[in-house]
């Protein structure tokens, strides 16, 4: 399969801890982007990189929210001191960016958060 | 900033009933625009894309969209539902080579 991937593809903890999630984007592309959907709701923006350079962050993510794509492929995303309201899909998705600004993403599967 | 608003949040039809999702998008500038659907237990997949060119899109299992710039708009539509289109539709706009903002979907449920 070549497509988008994202482990785990579900994550309970409890309030206070902390989690990291990975996502393995396709391999050519460039840019990866993380977002979080919450039941209802169309995913949210978190933030996005361009090989391993951090392009964008959106102020929905507190401090508590850090990525990194430290060798422009795979990438995580570390949740410390975990709240309730922390608990959503939380989305993975990769283009290539070749200058012509068409942007297409490839979605991954997710990871479930619960956070007790 | 850039905003998508999906007008009806639960359509449902039965099958061989045509279907129009409405979508309208704030934003001043050049956009891509999306159509994603993600069906039960699986995730987004796309539809179909605009870039420039024809604003009529053709996408997947028979959807359309036309993007109308005058009303910020970009509707998806399909001549005959089928219960296996019963999942959930997302409409996204993105600039050039940027994020995406998603719409809170439109769930659509076909009866047989």
């Known amino acids: 399969d070549t497509g988008v991937s994202q482990n785990p593809r579900h994550k309970i903890t409890k309030r206070g801890q902390n989690v990291t999630f990975r996502c393995d984007p396709i391999?050519?592309?460039?840019?990866l982007y993380w977002y979080r959907q919450t039941l209802g709701q169309g995913p949210e923006f978190l933030t996005y990189?361009?090989?391993?350079?951090?392009?964008?962050k959106s102020r929905l993510l507190s401090d508590r929210f850090s990525a990194e794509r430290p060798k422009g492929s795979f990438s995580t995303l570390e949740i410390q001191r975990t709240e309730q309201g922390d608990s959503a899909m939380y989305l993975c998705?990769?283009?290539?960016?070749?200058?012509?600004?068409?942007?297409?993403?490839?979605f991954g599967p997710g990871t479930r958060l619960t956070v007790l | 900033a850039q905003s998508v608003s999906q007008h009806n949040h639960h359509v449902i039809l039965s099958e061989a009933a045509s279907l129009e999702l409405g979508c309208n998008y704030s934003?001043?500038?050049?956009?891509?625009l999306f159509w994603y659907v993600q069906y039960p237990g699986q995730h987004l997949q796309l539809l179909l894309k605009?870039?420039?060119?024809?604003?009529l899109v053709k996408g997947i299992k028979g959807f359309e969209a036309e993007f109308i710039k005058s009303k910020f708009s970009f509707n998806l539509r399909k001549p005959s539902v089928q219960w296996s289109d019963t999942a959930e539709y997302f409409c996204?706009?993105?600039?050039?080579?940027?994020?995406?903002?998603f719409g809170d979907g439109t769930t659509l449920t076909v009866k047989p």
């Open positions: 998705a990769s283009s290539l960016e070749q200058g012509g600004g068409n942007n297409e993403q490839f």
């Open positions: 391999s050519e592309h460039n840019r």
């Open positions: 990189f361009q090989n391993e350079a951090q392009l964008e």
């Open positions: 934003y001043g500038g050049t956009v891509n």
């Open positions: 605009y870039f420039s060119g024809d604003p």
């Open positions: 996204a706009v993105s600039p050039n080579a940027g994020k995406s903002t």
